[in-house]
């Protein structure tokens, strides 16, 4: 529409029904500024819902977003004066990171900021003189995780606090008959007056990690990837990378080698790959996974040092001279021979070996953890144990590597990021390809280990 019939229209409506309406006469520019308005109002009342940055929903996170009921309707945002306080959350470190994203759910759920937690430094049979709890943003960047996560769930400091209402304490349920029914009805009471009228809903008595779970793997998923380690922690990590990296630079260089030449298409690599195995043969390891295949009436749990070692010198396409990094807690090996025995062509090298033991001596257990973790997570090529939380949540951070560059499958194909569990028998006698399974309804599967690995 042209700018005159614009105008042209604006008088007739001065001089007929703004006249009528108001009873009185009105000149004809303050009746074009009152139109105006009227029109910049309905402009904005429709148009609006359409921005992502005034409060509508960004596309392009939609896919991320999506889940079952329990799941707000939109990234409109989360309460920041209504609270959700969960108890200090305790084991490994990846068993702590599923228990702050269930507890991150489920403060989402109730629209609440979740009140930052507490973590455990080392777990409990270990170190007993170090079992101080340590802050969630000493391990993980605060700041980072809401800009991240902005919309989704929220983290925020007992500072925030208003201190206007009581606290509602909450006792989670437990037991045989708490089933996962009775824990969603009571969630959804939560959510109802009187309970939503208090500030601070203070859960207690159970680990977050021992919840039933109500929400699907990629709410986990988005949730893990808000995660960032402080800087302090993430160079160290890139110091052991470096090293491995070095150790294989040197290695091919006395054979006359440029590059460990080990996929069909060696372009995808980088120029000094390297391997790294989440070796579970630890003392208390082998006690837990022996109990479990009794338990679970399975065989597909436990594997000794010799089958690690055949299975990882079995992958296909697999050459050396390669540098396999040993993830696996010397303090309780019961057996330190990790290092002789492999195929040919294949370096392997622990902490010692590569002289970093210095770098994880200097932090508690659970910062040694999330520094192996960042080592294989950025390996060329990782091999883990199905029903170890670790190397779960390592293989489901590379399978969102491998979606982010389009790939939907690695099942039988030559990709970027490849994941294998050992403890499985794959193709050739080697470990079997593993890729999360994103659209699994709940996170079950890698919460409590499964031989279930979706190739």
Not at 202 to 212: A, D, M
Not at 245 to 256: A, F, L, Q, T
Not at 375 to 387: L, Q, T
Request: proline share 3%; charged share 25%.
């Amino acid at each position: 529409m042209l700018w005159g019939e614009v105008n042209l229209k604006m008088d007739l409506a001065c001089n007929c029904k703004y006249q009528m309406f108001f009873g009185r006469n009105l000149n004809s520019i303050t009746c074009k500024g009152l139109a105006l308005i009227v029109i910049a109002l309905f402009l904005r009342v429709v148009l609006l819902p359409s921005f992502s940055g005034y409060g509508g929903i960004d596309k392009k996170n939609l896919d991320l977003v999506h889940s079952r009921s329990l799941s707000l309707d939109s990234d409109n945002g989360i309460r920041k004066d209504k609270f959700l306080e969960v108890p200090q959350i305790v084991w490994g470190l990846n068993n702590q990171k599923i228990a702050f994203a269930r507890a991150c759910l489920t403060a989402r759920m109730l629209n609440r900021t979740l009140l930052m937690p507490s973590l455990r430094a080392s777990l409990f049979y270990k170190e007993i003189d170090r079992l101080q709890p340590i802050s969630f943003d000493k391990v993980f960047q605060f700041e980072r995780f809401n800009s991240f996560c902005n919309g989704f769930v929220q983290l925020g400091s007992y500072s925030d606090l208003r201190n206007q209402t009581g606290v509602y304490e909450l006792q989670k349920g437990s037991g045989r008959k708490w089933t996962v029914e009775r824990d969603l009805d009571q969630l959804k009471q939560l959510s109802k007056d009187p309970f939503d009228g208090y500030e601070v809903i203070r859960i207690v008595g159970k680990n977050p990690f021992l919840w039933h779970d109500h929400w699907p793997v990629k709410d986990y998923a988005r949730v893990f990837e808000c995660l960032v380690l402080v800087d302090e922690i993430a160079r160290e990590a890139d110091r052991v990378v470096s090293k491995i990296r070095e150790v294989g630079k040197e290695m091919s260089s006395r054979i006359g080698s440029a590059q460990s030449d080990f996929s069909p298409d060696s372009s995808l690599l980088e120029p000094v790959p390297y391997v790294a195995v989440h070796m579970r043969i630890e003392i208390d390891w082998m006690v837990h996974c022996k109990k479990l295949e009794r338990k679970l009436n399975v065989s597909e749990i436990c594997s000794s040092k010799r089958e690690i070692m055949e299975r990882v010198g079995n992958i296909v396409g697999l050459k050396g001279p390669t540098v396999i990094y040993l993830a696996v807690a010397d303090s309780l090996l019961e057996d330190s021979s990790v290092l002789t025995g492999w195929k040919e062509g294949l370096l392997p090298v622990e902490k010692n070996k590569l002289g970093v033991d210095g770098i994880y001596k200097k932090y508690p257990y659970l910062i040694q953890s999330a520094i192996d973790y960042e080592v294989c997570s950025k390996a060329d090529v990782f091999v883990g144990n199905s029903f170890s939380t670790f190397s779960s949540l390592v293989a489901l951070e590379r399978t969102q590597k491998m979606i982010r560059m389009g790939v939907t499958s690695s099942c039988g194909a030559d990709v970027r990021w490849p994941s294998y569990a050992y403890n499985i028998l794959g193709e050739s006698n080697g470990p079997h390809k593993w890729m999360t399974n994103m659209s699994d309804s709940s996170l079950k599967a890698i919460s409590y280990g499964s031989n279930i690995i979706t190739c």
